[in-house]
Nanobody
């Protein structure tokens, strides 16, 4: 059964940090995180390939870091220096061939 299980998220003050984790029940070619804020479209945050190649949205470069453990089929997103505009539901994404898989989403709220 194809499954992506997310954990982490929560409420943090501006300038704080959160760590999101995603565990896959399979071995994706590429894993990543997208987010969707209220009233906005889902957008890419960061992705990472099996070889460690990463991509980041300009808005999070220098603040967020994505990593993965190929042996455990997990990917983590370390989010630092969080801003109110980072508030969103964060979705884990996995790519296997041309097939896309999504997690259920986890809420991250940045507010004082």
């Amino acid at each position: 059964q194809v499954q992506l299980v997310e954990s982490g998220g929560g409420l943090v003050q501006p300038g704080g940090s959160l760590r999101l984790s995603c565990a896959a029940s399979f071995s994706p070619n590429r894993m990543g995180w997208y987010r969707q804020a209220p009233g906005k479209e889902r957008e890419l945050v960061a992705t990472i390939g099996k070889g460690g190649t990463t991509t980041y949205a300009d808005s999070v470069k220098g603040r967020f870091a994505i990593s993965r453990n190929n042996a455990k089929n997990t990917a983590n997103l370390q989010m630092n220096s969080l801003k109110s505009e980072d508030t969103a539901v964060y979705y884990c994404h996995a790519l296997v061939g041309v097939s896309n898989y999504w997690g259920q989403g986890t809420q991250a709220t940045v507010s004082s």
